[in-house]
């Protein structure tokens, strides 16, 4: 029976996983944290590793680098938000086998975890291989043909070989990333690091460190020197995602560096130059943010030189087709499957769906139903009960001409809450936001049912 140990600090959801792999002929062992994982690993032999990438005494990345010292043949895979792909993809370049992201089914644990342990164990994964997990996960930019698709390549083509800062806009979903990246691409600075940061996944008591780097000794945890972001991206771009949830105080701190092109690590008295593009993103309205004094002006418009705005899903209908037939093709490739296309009462259903969560929701709909599709084309049945029910957000009364993105974004979270009855947990699932965002938005526009 193959031993596996299970690293993540959700007890409920960590015992409901163990049970699932017992039940698959398993030798299940749970750790809640960091310390306790890195015992385990040093005082017994696993067949895998099956760790989170964030826990709350640690993370999975300093986790693997002990396996790769102490265990070197025993593979490990990653659990990781949608967000963290990057991070997953430099994991894998240190040895990870592999990663699943975040929410995912049963099913494919169990393909993930076949897969790692039938597989030829390896020190390091090759650079080839790392370069296609990359490039089918977050790098590729799919062109469309609606209007919409065509004005945001049209602005990507023109923005990109400049210098200027770009400020991207968008809901949840949509892709921000993959706009940077592909900005990127078009620079003169393509073959130089393209560096992502989630801000709002960053403490604003550590921002600085993670920004600027650190010295070792310079703080209680300074265990080591730490290279921040800034000089990682140097002469290359820096893509800052969520960038409206930075505190004030690091809002100074970003616009001080951006100022002066010199930064310097916590704990050292030397500066360091760097030359970096900036592209930034949110889903918020940092507009608002500013009149609110929530957000500085003159750092709004440091970032803001020039605004790429990436249309949600349902304005880009048009593209349907090309974004379902993109997303089985990756979902093939990575379940190993061969399902050929959709049948059109599928396709029906896509059209008349109102796809909240825009691009990531469509694409971890084609790769379930990919899952679970056993013939040549995803039938009907296989689709998650939300886009199929008589009852879904997108039975709602048709936009007027002047209705607002703010006005949309309202009415989409009322329903959800009211589908949900009230419950935010279930209701921030389904429209693939963090409970945080959902509870903020909430209170935001003063909702109360």
């Known amino acids: 029976m193959k031993s596996i140990l299970l690293i993540e600090d959700d007890v409920a959801f960590s015992n409901m996983l163990k049970r699932f792999l017992e039940k698959h002929n398993y030798n299940v062992s749970i750790s809640y944290g960091f310390e306790d ?25 300093a986790l693997l680098e002990i ?26 370049k240190q040895g990870a086998i592999d990663y699943i992201s975040k929410p995912f089914n049963q099913d494919e644990v169990l393909h993930v975890i076949n897969n790692a342990l039938n597989s030829a164990p390896v020190a ?17 930019f799919v062109t469309g043909i609606s209007s919409s698709s065509k004005k945001l390549s049209e602005y990507i083509q023109l923005v990109g070989p400049t210098d200027m800062s770009v400020l991207i806009t968008g809901e949840s979903g949509t892709g921000k990333e993959v706009v940077a990246k592909s900005i990127h691409k078009q620079s003169l600075r393509s073959n130089k690091p393209f560096v992502a ?39 290359g771009t820096l893509f800052l995602d969520e960038v409206g949830n930075l505190s004030y105080e690091n809002q100074i701190q970003l616009l001080r560096a951006l100022q002066e092109r010199r930064i310097k690590p916590i704990g050292s008295s030397n500066e360091i130059e760097v030359d970096i593009r900036l592209i930034t ?24 030189e020039f605004t790429i705005k990436i249309p949600n899903l349902n304005e880009r ?15 093939n490739e990575k379940l190993n499957k061969n ?64 209705f607002s993105t703010k006005d949309h974004e309202k009415d989409l979270i009322i329903r959800a809450l009211e589908q949900t009855n009230n419950n935010k947990t279930k209701a921030a699932k389904l429209l693939n936001v963090t409970r945080k965002t959902l509870y903020n938005k909430i209170k935001e526009y003063n909702i109360n049912l």
């Open 67 to 92: 396996v790769k010292t102490h265990k070197e043949k025993t593979p490990v895979i990653l659990m990781t938000g949608y967000a963290e792909v990057s991070t997953a993809v430099k994991a894998m």
């Open 281 to 304: 993103a949110t889903n918020e309205d940092l507009i608002k943010a500013v009149e609110n004094g929530d957000f500085r002006e003159d750092l709004y418009h440091r970032l803001n």
């Open 339 to 402: 399902v050929i296309g959709f049948s059109d009462d599928v396709l029906k259903v896509f059209h008349n769906y109102n796809w909240p969560g825009n691009l990531r929701e469509f694409g971890n709909v084609i790769k379930r139903a990919t899952l679970l599709t056993s013939g040549d084309f995803i039938q009907k049945n296989v689709l998650p009960v939300e886009l199929t029910q008589s009852v879904v957000l997108d039975e709602r009364p048709a936009l007027t001409q002047n």
């Open 197 to 235: 940061v989630d801000c709002g996944a960053i403490p604003k008591e550590i921002a600085a460190s993670e920004f600027f780097g650190h010295k070792k000794g310079s703080f209680t945890g300074a265990i080591t020197d730490k290279k921040g972001h800034f000089e990682s991206a140097n002469h």
């Open 37 to 61: 994982a890195k015992a385990n690993i040093l005082k017994a032999d696993f067949d895998l590793i099956f760790t989170d990438l964030r826990l709350p005494d640690g993370d999975g990345l």
């Open 124 to 140: 390091k994964t090759t650079t080839k291989a790392v370069e296609d997990k990359e490039l089918n996960t977050t790098s590729e």
């Open 317 to 331: 209908k048009d593209d349907l087709i090309i974004f379902a037939d993109y997303f089985l093709s990756k979902a």
